[in-house]
């Protein structure tokens, strides 16, 4: 993939990690650094034989123009995982608001798109093999369209409008990067992502919306322990009680007390299995729990099974 700069030319990449974003590499990746006169540009990419993925972060210091090439053809999706690109094309616009994914098949990726100073920039790009994304199985009238037009050699968008990628796909693709050759994680992403676009969940929010609704999202994660009332979260974000509820489940597909839920869960299921000195009761008290008595209804009624099966199975159920 060549990365170019409107007034500087093609960045020049060295393979190097910044230590700002050092909490970003992939493991095994083919990570590489561009230090230009206007920005910081952080690039990883992570190849298999089913399916590959880049990560590219941009931090810049002076507003730039982007040149993005990649030969084609390519079956795959883009996630703006932090801020909002107005990419443009040899067809029109694509304005991918921070969450939304595109999922398309082109013959080749040639856009351009501006970056503003001062802001940080998170891109997360997959590409699939087409015999993969059949092996994964998945029934859809809307994925099988898209397949069909495929095969017919045609330029092809899964959707025609922006959707929000939701809590469970956001956390699948972080899974993913931190797992990048699991298989099954990676269908896992891809599953999630054509659910996602099943439902169709095309409400638009302003970008202070969204912005707001990403500050409420990582507060909850910081401290899952931490209970922050509707109220108070509101408040710390900008908002009020009405829209940080109703907002939040337009970005996320869920409220922020099922969130708050869904992450203490997500973190015992961590700890269960990579802290086996702790106990059932200390996991359910360090995740926000009073006690084990509140804890094990609340993550059977998520995961099916009990704290202690969960653990005697090692995770695998």
């Known amino acids: ?19 700002e974003l050092a909490y ?17 540009v952080f690039y990883q990419k992570y190849e298999t034989d089913d399916y590959c993925f880049w990560l590219t972060a ?12 990649r030969e084609g053809p390519y079956i795959g999706f883009k996630v703006v995982l ?3 690109i107005r990419y443009r094309y040899d067809l029109g616009e694509l304005y991918i608001k921070q969450g939304q994914f595109v999922f398309a098949h082109c013959p080749v990726i040639d856009t351009k798109f501006n970056i503003k100073s001062g ?24 994925l099988g369209r898209f397949l069909r ?39 896992a992403v891809l599953t999630l992502l054509i659910q996602v676009a099943e439902q169709r969940n095309g409400i638009d929010l302003p970008e202070y919306k969204i912005e707001r609704m990403y500050q409420a999202r990582e507060i909850i994660r910081q401290d899952v322990a931490r209970h922050v009332s509707n109220h108070d ?9 009405r829209d940080l509820k109703t907002d939040f489940v337009k970005v996320f597909a869920m409220p922020p007390c099922q969130f708050l839920q869904y992450e203490r869960i997500k973190t015992a299921k961590t700890l269960l ?32 099974v009990t704290p202690s099966f969960w653990r005697k199975r090692g995770g695998n159920i």
Do not use: W
């Not at 970003?24 to 910081?40: D, Q």
């Not at 941009?58 to 090439?69: L, S």
């Not at 059932?280 to 059977?300: H, L, M, Q, T, Y």
């Open 273 to 304: 299995i990579e802290e086996p000195q702790m106990s059932v009761d200390e996991i359910a008290v360090k995740v926000g729990f009073r006690n084990s008595a509140a804890f094990d209804p609340a993550f059977k009624g998520n995961v099916g």
């Open 58 to 69: 941009y931090h810049p210091n002076a507003d730039q123009e982007i040149y993005i090439h």
């Open 233 to 241: 979260l509101a408040r710390m974000v900008g908002t009020n009680s």
């Open 119 to 142: 802001h940080e920039y998170f891109v997360f790009d997959m590409c699939l093999n087409l015999d993969f994304i059949k092996s994964v199985g998945i029934e859809n009238e809307l």
């Open 149 to 187: 037009q495929i095969e017919e050699g045609k330029r092809a968008f899964l959707l025609d409008t922006m959707v929000q990628s939701g809590a469970l796909l956001l956390d699948a693709i972080e899974y993913l990067l931190g797992r990048p050759a699991d298989k099954k994680a990676a269908s």
């Open 82 to 84: 932090k801020q909002h």
């Open 24 to 40: 970003l590499k992939i493991p095994g990746s083919k990570a590489l650094t561009a230090i230009e006169p206007f920005a910081k």
């Open 1 to 19: 993939m060549d990365i170019v700069s409107a007034t500087f030319g093609p960045l020049n990449f060295k393979p190097q990690v910044p230590a």
